[in-house]
């Protein structure tokens, strides 16, 4: 028996993974302490660049870095529940699997929107021309959300997959970065959009909402599929291994 | 008959690429602004075709796959996804060849060549994850397959919405009909043979399938007797 609307049960198993992230605070500061590093290890790499290099250079700093926080955030998520076998429980409990996947998605993505808050200001703070990301903090904001939501979408989807077939993390990378580039890509573009204050800034904004809209219902499409399957290609896989 | 089919195929193919060289290289007109060099539009588009293609068929298979868990389904996705590779691979070698012959550059970061560079990123990573995950990762690769396919339509509209540098997509259609009667043998030519070879590497798997059931059986039947002993 299923309790209570999807919305609101994604709500408490995301309250529950905060709850659980705010006595230990692990996630938080080991993905903000490794935001932290790749800014620095970028500042040094690029602190010679003139300002014009910098306005190209900056929105890539800012997407690799939220690419790696996100994949580190992604498996310390999923690890947890391996390692207490509770994905497993999840799955069995009254509630709809796809709660499952928007409560571990809204998590993610509040943990990137968060590294981003070092992130964005550290950015401003190194390069002088990321100063019209602290000019313009609305747009800032929009973009650095619809950014992460594209990464998390996917994310989720294959990190929650990786966890249930006991696969290999290594796995997450492989899976991870070429399909969230096409998403990266598009906001790489409207940073620097935002960074030369380009009239079509609006619009690659308008796109990135776009292919969120599309990679959040395909994921929340597939979760089900993906972690339970309706198949017995698992056992027949799992069981045919030392054949070969 | 079925069996054949491989064979058959394979044997066109191999009376109807010679005819389309000839007719490519010696029966149609060079391209007055790109000269020579256009030449490989032939094999390129074709290919280009054929890989979105392939990409089209293992995303909709593995919809078929993860819906009503059909091992024939699932077969078709890892055969075409393989396709996408090999077909990616000769679109991305002949993508540059020509670049380099009319933009003077072989990679321009052009939006159509990222989105394509991706797509063949996309579905070796599902090759990787078939082959290197673990237990229940064949559900995984396909949720790869069917965002692979998505990514599809997102490469033919890359060219209206963001600025390039290739041709629109308009090119292939305001052909003169000279350059698409010599575009049409290369087409099926290149069909035949990776169709060929989609036939060839689905019965593959299918044999894999048969034998990890039958590895499976022996396994559980051997278990029972244990038992029993």
């Known amino acids: 028996m299923r309790s209570g609307s999807l919305a609101r049960q994604a709500w408490i198993l995301a309250r529950n993974d905060l709850r659980q992230e705010s006595r230990d605070l692990e996630l938080v500061l080991t993905a903000g302490f490794f935001s932290l590093v790749v800014l620095v290890m970028f500042g040094l790499s690029f602190s010679a660049l003139d300002r014009h290099a910098q306005v190209l250079a900056i929105p890539g700093v800012l997407w690799l870095a939220v690419a790696f926080v996100g994949a580190l955030t992604l498996t310390r998520i999923f690890d947890r529940e391996r390692e207490a076998d509770t994905l497993r429980a999840l799955l069995v409990a009254p509630v709809e699997r796809q709660a499952i996947y928007l409560g571990k998605a809204a998590v993610t993505l509040l943990v990137l929107v968060g590294c981003n808050a070092i992130l964005v200001p550290g950015l401003v703070f190194l390069f002088p021309a990321a100063a019209p990301m602290a000019e313009r903090p609305l747009e800032t904001l929009a973009l650095v959300v619809l950014g992460c939501l594209a990464y998390t979408s996917v994310g989720t989807l294959f990190a929650a997959g990786l966890a249930s077939s006991s696969g290999k993390n290594v796995l997450l990378s492989v899976i991870l970065y070429p399909l969230t580039t096409p998403a990266l890509l598009l906001a790489v573009v409207a940073t620097r959009a935002l960074l030369e204050g380009h009239p079509l800034f609006l619009t690659y904004l308008g796109q990135l909402a776009a292919i969120d809209v599309v990679t959040l219902a395909l994921s929340v499409w597939l979760f089900e599929s993906v972690l339970v399957g309706a198949d017995a290609s698992a056992r027949r896989r799992s069981a045919a291994g030392p054949r070969r | ?229």
């Open chain 2, 1 to 229: 008959m079925a069996r054949l089919l491989p064979t058959v195929f394979l044997i066109v193919a191999a009376l109807v690429f010679p005819y389309s060289v000839d007719r490519i290289f010696l029966h149609t007109p060079i391209e007055r602004e790109m000269g020579t060099a256009q030449k490989i539009f032939y094999f390129h588009v074709p290919l280009a075709w054929l890989m979105m293609a392939f990409a089209v068929t293992s995303g909709i298979a593995a919809v078929v796959q993860l819906r009503r868990a059909s091992v024939r389904a699932e077969a078709t996705s890892l055969a075409a996804a393989e396709l996408v590779l090999l077909t990616g691979l000769g679109v991305l070698i002949t993508g540059p060849i020509w670049g380099h012959a009319t933009w003077g550059h072989a990679w321009t970061w052009d939006a159509r060549q990222v989105t394509t560079g991706l797509l063949w990123l996309v579905f070796a990573a599902y090759v990787l994850v078939r082959r290197y995950g673990a237990a229940g990762s064949d559900r995984l690769a396909a949720a790869l397959a069917i965002f692979g396919a998505v990514d599809v339509p997102i490469i033919y509209y890359a060219v209206r919405i963001w600025n390039t540098t290739h041709p629109g997509n308009r090119v292939v259609a305001t052909l003169p009909a000279e350059m698409w009667n010599s575009l049409w043998p290369a087409l099926i030519a290149l069909t035949l043979v990776s169709v060929a070879l989609l036939l060839v590497r689905l019965r593959q798997e299918l044999t894999d399938i048969a034998l990890d059931e039958a590895w499976i059986l022996f396994n559980e039947r051997d278990g029972h007797e244990q038992q029993h002993s």
